[in-house]
């Protein structure tokens, strides 16, 4: 059985996770509408993951996806620390504030948090996704014995094999145009920067596994191209922002709907891993040379978050963790479900014209 069929899919959709954009409505009103939705629960304790999985489940009987972080246990340097936050105070007084006096890693890896996976292994989801790595072959099996569907986040063969060694059941090729962050498995690492085509089509053809594509993918002709490339379905995060049940908030919405929806760019500034976000002052900083080394991941998020939330008090969005894809210009503000039955006819449409 493939993979859709597997999960009773009826459109060749995967709404991405999004941590601290995604919705239990939002994943809901596309697995409703035939698609798979999907939580992010990488920023989430296991209490408050708990709470959102129940909240989907409330609303749709069809499967859906929960995302975890697999991280690297961050490596503490108080020193680092210090020097990346005194190379900050300058922003911060521009807006009247001083930064935090100490850095705190935000976000649990789901490999140092066994409340999670007790968690998982009682409630239960249908699929299970990584994001920046893999966990143990233990986890794998306790998680594979609930029937939950694994996904794997890769950017390379390299990952993609290890996520067939490691028990995934589909792989999610992310291309360099993805927004978010990349799910590179080492970010010190050396990064080939495919791209979606490359990469979806190097993965079909040399791995064994059912690839979602994903990366700058935002209406029905890109996902019959994902689709022509061998990909059983395509994943989309940018796409599904501007609607009402996505929580972003006012200045993310405005920021996507402007005229810096055509230059992302990569950053690792805001969380010290390299992500993909709409180009504004805190990309701006990229360019500046003899900046300190950023602290770990997701240490440096401490310090993003505060500036961001500095700048917003004074009514500047222009520090915000704004993250998306290639394609976000061609973002539209609709309902969810709307949006994947204009997919669907637009996909129909692609697969006319050939």
Not at 121 to 140: A, E, K, N
Request: with cysteine; charged share 15%.
């Amino acid at each position: 059985m493939d993979l859709l069929a597997r999960l009773g899919m009826t459109v060749p959709l995967v709404q991405a996770p999004m941590a601290g954009v995604s919705t239990p409505s939002l994943a809901a009103a596309v697995s409703n509408a035939g698609g798979l939705g999907s939580i992010g629960l990488g920023a989430s304790n296991a209490a408050t993951a708990q709470e959102m999985i129940h909240a989907v489940r409330a609303q749709t009987e069809r499967p859906f996806n929960v995302n975890l972080f697999v991280h690297a246990t961050p490596v503490l340097s108080p020193e680092r620390d210090a020097a990346w936050l005194n190379w900050l105070a300058p922003l911060f007084a521009e807006f009247g504030e001083a930064p935090p006096t100490q850095l705190n890693t935000l976000y649990t890896s789901f490999n140092d948090d066994p409340d999670m996976l007790d968690m998982l292994l009682h409630v239960r989801p249908p699929v299970i996704s990584f994001h920046f790595g893999l966990p143990p072959v233990q986890t794998v099996l306790a998680l594979k014995a609930t029937g939950a569907v694994l996904l794997a986040s890769v950017t390379s063969l390299d990952e993609a094999r290890a996520a067939e060694a490691a028990g995934m059941d589909a792989v999610v090729a992310q291309g360099i145009e993805a927004g978010g962050h990349r799910g590179i498995f080492n970010p010190e690492g050396e990064d080939d920067a495919l791209g979606i085509m490359p990469l979806t089509r190097l993965l079909v053809k040399q791995g064994r596994q059912p690839v979602i594509a994903a990366g700058g993918i935002m209406d029905g002709a890109g996902i019959a191209a994902a689709l022509a490339l061998g990909a059983c379905a395509a994943q989309m995060g940018t796409a599904f922002i501007l609607c009402p049940e996505s929580s972003a908030d006012t200045g993310y919405r405005q920021t996507l709907s402007g005229p810096a929806a055509f230059h992302t760019r990569l950053t690792h500034l805001v969380s010290g891993r390299p992500a993909r976000c709409l180009g504004n002052r805190f990309t701006a900083l990229e360019a500046i040379t003899g900046r300190p080394v950023t602290p770990a991941y997701p240490v440096t998020y401490d310090a993003g978050k505060a500036l961001h939330k500095a700048a917003m008090k004074q009514g500047d969005y222009g520090y915000g963790a704004y993250w998306a894809g290639q394609g976000a210009p061609l973002a539209r503000a609709m309902p969810a479900q709307e949006l994947v039955m204009k997919l669907v006819d637009e996909l129909k449409q692609a697969r006319a014209q050939k």
